[in-house]
């Protein structure tokens, strides 16, 4: 489902991805970890090309994001993304947000959109939110309106970027448990994240990222309980 070989990436001088090479297979759940700054983002923004790479190649459902001829945004409707922060438009509804590109992008009907939006807002819990404005909402449930709006793309694969990073500790747990579900599910997830816990029992696997490479990858008792290499160790020590 998604297959990324040799990528490298540079922001003028700095090389942030010197190489990379993974693959996430349909239905499979695949972590990433690795100290701030080690390129993790910036990989899962290459996946849809938010940013351009410098060499190597991205395929990601059938399409090769790196090919000049692309269609980028018939590529691009089959990646759901949810980042760090909040990206709900504050001055629509949770409704209006996850109608809109339903609308504009996929030409779905007013009630064609509004149905797959309530059956997306009960997967995630927030039925009864449907009307409210996202300053009404906790992080913790804006976050899962997020993941609603995406699901409601109806997307192939999602990428999540340390989605609970930003929540209050008591919030993480419910944006978690909707992530849960969705792997239970089936959903084919390439998810950056520092909650081991959730790595350790819900990815198939684990990818440690330091300084523009993948230093250690495998199932996460291998990488999270006996990691091989001195950073991976590292690292966990400071973590866990
Ligand atoms: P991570 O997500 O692992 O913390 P990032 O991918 O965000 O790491 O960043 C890796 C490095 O690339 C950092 O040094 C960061 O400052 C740099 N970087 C990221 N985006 C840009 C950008 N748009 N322009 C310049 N430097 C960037
Ligand atoms: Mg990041």
């Known amino acids: 489902m998604i297959e990324v070989s040799g990528l490298h990436k540079a ?33 899962l923004r290459c996946v ?50 996850l109608t809109i590109a339903q609308r504009k992008v996929l030409k779905r009907d007013a009630e064609e959109a509004k149905s797959v939006a309530k059956e997306n807002l009960r997967r995630v819990g927030l039925e009864e939110k ?15 309106v997020a993941i609603a709006r995406a699901l409601s793309m109806q997307p192939a694969v999602m990428l999540f970027d340390e989605p609970t990073s930003a929540l209050d500790p008591e919030l993480v747990g419910d944006v978690l448990g909707v992530m849960r579900t969705l792997a239970n599910e089936g959903m084919t997830m390439l998810v950056v994240t520092h909650e081991m816990q959730f790595a350790r029992e819900v990815a198939d696997k684990v990818l440690f990222m330091d300084g523009g490479v993948v230093v250690e990858e495998g199932p996460p008792a291998q990488v999270i309980g006996d ?9 966990l020590r400071r973590v866990l």
């Open 130 to 144: 449907i009307n409210s404005m996202p300053s009404q909402l906790s992080g913790g449930q804006q976050q899962r």
């Open 227 to 235: 990691p091989q290499h001195e950073r991976t160790q590292t690292f």
């Open 11 to 43: 922001f003028g001088n700095l090389e942030v991805l010197k190489g990379i090479d993974m693959s996430v297979k349909r239905g499979e759940v695949v972590c990433i970890i690795g100290p701030s700054g080690s390129g993790k983002s910036t990989l």
């Open 48 to 97: 849809n090309l938010l940013e351009e790479p410098n060499a190597g190649t991205v395929l990601v459902n059938d399409f090769e994001m790196t090919d000049p001829d692309v269609d980028i945004d018939k590529a691009r409707r089959g990646i759901g993304m949810v980042f760090q922060g909040f990206n709900l438009f504050g001055h629509l509804s949770v409704l209006d947000n």
